[in-house]
């Protein structure tokens, strides 16, 4: 077997090393120490998503380790590979997701639900992450990109989470084809992978959102119908929302992508007897609050959804082979981060923001 070209001694990285500080960039080692089970990945592209300004701010419940190289949305190729991987080969090009390793063995993850696994480590929260031109993960949990996929291009990284999560939260939401869902937060990251992802699967799409651009953008991926929560009408969002479903009883599901607690309630309110409300967004200390009586006659069902599993990583994958999944994106360097977060803090995001880590 022919010897491996040698790895640099130093790799640039974004690292946070106090919450509540932007990370800054720094030469640090190259993580060659892999485990039996991980590989090594030089990252191409890492997208940029809210979860990491969580981590940056500390502002959950769960706290990030400290310092940290955050980012969990990278692809890139596999440089090497640890004693005991057999189905990961050098060169292979795969995707580093939020899911950096877990357990194997226990209830969750052998029924194909690790992202619940209470022994799992999180890329770029729990360890090291996508920010930088090297990554180790493990390698059952990397992606496997598909054949069709034949160069590393910067819109694939955000399937990875952003992808992969809005994905699963159709699925989660039980929402059938012909049926109407609600998307908010529709012209960020996720809301507007969600928007495409419920056209593919042959829903109607109602984004909520706010400002011209947000709306451009949410038309052009797919949404049926766009409300502007800023300027609803004199009826307001709830209102608003069930007056464009053809019968006017609400939406079947609510996916909220929101980053604040008044669209949580808000959603409870729009969806129609029996349907369902899916909690995606994260904001900090947020609290969900709805009339339990409300809840109790119309049947409505209030849910979480996580991450997706490695089968749901293959679909949602396949989804974006197939030509039917655009990643409305920006490139920047990776020296960019800390601006991209400022922009997020804002609200001025549209898409997605994609580092370069040779730039």
């Not at 039980?174 to 495409?196: H, N, S």
């Not at 197939?322 to 990776?334: D, F, S, T």
Request: proline letters at 6%; hydrophobic letters at 40%.
């Amino acid at each position: 077997m022919a010897s491996l070209p040698p790895l640099p001694e130093k790799m640039k990285a974004q690292v946070c090393t106090e919450a509540g500080k932007m990370p800054t960039l720094q030469e640090v080692p190259v993580p060659k120490d892999i485990g039996p089970d991980q590989v090594l990945v030089h990252i191409k592209y890492s997208g940029v998503c809210h979860s990491d300004l969580h981590a940056v701010n500390g502002d959950w419940p769960l706290k990030p380790v400290l310092p940290l190289i955050g980012g969990h949305e990278g692809i890139g190729e596999v440089v090497r590979i640890g004693t005991a991987v057999k189905d990961v080969k050098i060169g292979d090009h795969v995707g580093v997701k939020w899911i950096n390793n877990s357990c194997m063995t226990c209830g969750f993850c052998t029924s194909a639900e690790e992202t619940l696994c209470t022994k799992a480590s999180f890329t770029g929260y729990m360890v090291d992450g996508t920010f930088a031109e090297y990554c180790a993960v493990q390698a059952a949990s990397v992606a496997r990109l598909p054949d069709s996929i034949l160069t590393l291009k910067p819109d694939v990284a955000p399937i990875m989470c952003a992808g992969i999560t809005s994905y699963r939260s159709l699925k989660e939401s039980g929402a059938k084809p012909g049926q109407t869902v609600a998307i908010v937060g529709a012209g960020g990251g996720l809301g507007c992978l969600a928007l495409q992802y419920a056209k593919a699967m042959g829903l109607r799409s109602i984004a909520i959102d706010t400002g011209d651009e947000k709306r451009k953008t949410c038309l052009e991926m797919g949404a049926d119908v766009f409300i502007d929560f800023m300027d609803p009408g004199q009826e307001g969002v709830v209102e608003a929302v069930k007056k464009t479903t053809v019968d006017g009883m609400g939406v079947y599901a609510a996916l909220v992508f929101a980053v604040g607690e008044k669209p949580f309630e808000q959603a409870s309110q729009y969806v129609r007897p029996k349907g369902t409300v899916v909690c995606i967004g994260v904001p900090a200390g947020a609290q969900v609050s709805t009339s339990i009586f409300d809840m109790v006659i119309r049947m409505i069902t209030i849910k979480g959804s996580y991450f997706g599993n490695r089968l749901e990583s293959i679909e949602a994958l396949d989804f974006f082979a197939r030509g039917l999944i655009k990643v409305p994106h920006k490139v920047v360097g990776l020296s960019e981060l800390p601006s991209v977060f400022e922009k997020l803090e804002k609200g001025e995001v549209v898409g997605r923001y994609v580092l370069d880590t040779s730039k």
